[in-house]
Nanobody, 124 residues
Framework: QVQLVESGGGLVQAGGSLRLSCAASGRTSSSYAMGWFRQAPGKDREFVTAINWSGRSTYYADSVKGRFTISKDNVKNTMYLQMNSLKPEDTAVYYC?????????????????WGQGTQVTVSS
């Protein structure tokens, strides 16, 4: 397994931007597909976006398409989530996840390593 640590969360006004980072250690992340999930208060954790092992293929939930961008730097073993045009409904704890496979996945059960989460709060 790979160890994951998120950073970059915080408080931002609606319409603003944040960039989350997910640093991987242990086995190199270059052979892992990765993703971001989020959990709002009182709700189940939901899929946000995913990226394949090379970083050349991505997939987004409809709710964030066009506003969020996922990327992956296999040299730095770090994944990023650029979040623009943030809305109050984006408020959640954001988790990064990795799976020991090359292809994209969107289900929680397909990922076997998780970070501790970072809080994102968007004020109206």
């Amino acid at each position: 397994q790979v160890q994951l640590v998120e950073s970059g969360g915080g408080l931002v006004q609606a319409g603003g931007s944040l960039r989350l980072s997910c640093a991987a250690s242990g086995r190199t992340s270059s052979s892992y597909a990765m993703g971001w999930f989020r959990q709002a208060p009182g709700k189940d954790r939901e899929f946000v976006t995913a990226i394949n092992w090379s970083g050349r293929s991505t997939y987004y939930a409809d709710s964030v398409k066009g506003r969020f961008t996922i990327s992956k730097d296999n040299v730095k073993n770090t994944m990023y989530l650029q979040m623009n045009s943030l809305k109050p409904e984006d408020t959640a704890v954001y988790y990064c996840a990795a799976r020991s496979a090359f292809a994209i996945a969107t289900q929680e059960g397909d990922f076997n390593s998780w970070g501790q989460g970072t809080q994102v709060t968007v004020s109206s």
